[in-house]
């Protein structure tokens, strides 16, 4: 898949202008990016994917702030904050994110099938996540405040995608008086990498405020990429320390919902449905990388 073709919409973003306070703008070239850094915490039982954040087991993780604007600013604060949690257990990576909002009212969330582009219609939260030492293979989580998904592969370093390509994870996002929330879980099986005692990853964090036409990372990214940035995983926070976890080989089925859809299949009794996730059917889904 051509990366231009693909990315041409996000472009769009960068070219609106909004005020935001006088902040000092950050030096790109003198970051330290070895302090991006998410010391891993394996826990015994990981959280409930419900939106809420309010299980005790994220007290374990540290918090990640401190995300800064790429656009329609450049390296200033977001002007809503943002906290990200992360976790693992045996079976699974968790990502929690609370996206604060001063006016949770006008949060947008409209899209609700799989796949869906809703980098232009809806406020968002995306990683990328790397599970090689070198970052040439990625994918993207992207969700919202209605718990839509949408993930694309990433192979050459960032220059290559396939954005039909789909795997199994869980989300869970909830609208509050603080804004919204989103919990993400997505099982190592579901990934291809290389099996280690100990091994490092890497990731990088994506906050859209869709009224403001803002977009927020953290670490800071370079704009000279555009909107590709996301995916050139040199520029990338490591999460340090997974152990012992194992990658998966077969390809999965999940059975997925969503209301109104058209055309539905059948599904056969006793299969569990995900009213929280995209459209109705059944899919191979293949893990990250190729035999």
Avoid: H
């Amino acid at each position: 898949m051509n990366i231009w073709k693909y990315l041409t919409v996000g472009f769009s973003v960068v070219a609106f202008s909004y005020p935001v306070l006088a902040q000092e703008r950050i030096d790109l070239s003198k970051i330290d990016r070895s302090k991006y850094r998410i010391e891993m915490v394996k826990v015994e039982t990981g959280p409930k994917i419900d939106g809420v954040m309010d299980d005790a087991v994220w007290s374990n993780s540290p918090v990640v702030t401190g995300v800064v604007q790429f656009s329609p600013e450049y390296l200033v604060p977001a002007t809503e904050e943002t906290e990200v949690r992360v976790l693992y257990d045996d079976e699974n990576l968790y990502v929690g994110a609370i996206c604060f909002d001063r006016e949770p009212e006008k949060v947008v969330a409209r899209e609700m099938r799989r796949d869906a582009n809703i980098f232009t219609t809806d406020d968002t939260f995306a990683f990328t996540l790397s599970p090689v030492a070198d970052g040439s293979v990625l994918i993207l989580f992207n969700t919202s405040p209605l718990g839509e998904q949408r993930d694309v592969y990433g192979g050459n370093f960032g220059e290559t995608f396939n954005d039909s390509w789909d795997t199994v994870w869980r989300t869970r996002a909830r609208r509050n008086e603080r804004g919204w929330a989103v919990e993400i879980a997505v099982p190592f099986k579901a990934l291809r990498f290389e099996a280690a005692d100990v091994q490092d990853w890497t990731i990088i964090f994506r906050r859209q405020i869709r009224r403001k036409r803002e977009t927020s990372y953290w670490p800071q990214l370079d704009r000279a990429y555009g909107f590709a940035t996301m995916y050139k995983m040199q520029q990338a926070g490591k999460l340090v320390g997974l152990e012992k976890v194992s990658p998966g080989r077969a390809l999965e089925i999940l059975p997925y919902t969503t209301l109104g859809a058209t055309g539905l299949r059948r599904v056969p009794p006793g299969l569990p449905l995900d009213l929280n996730a995209s459209s109705l059917d059944f899919n191979d889904r293949k893990n990250i990388g190729s035999d």
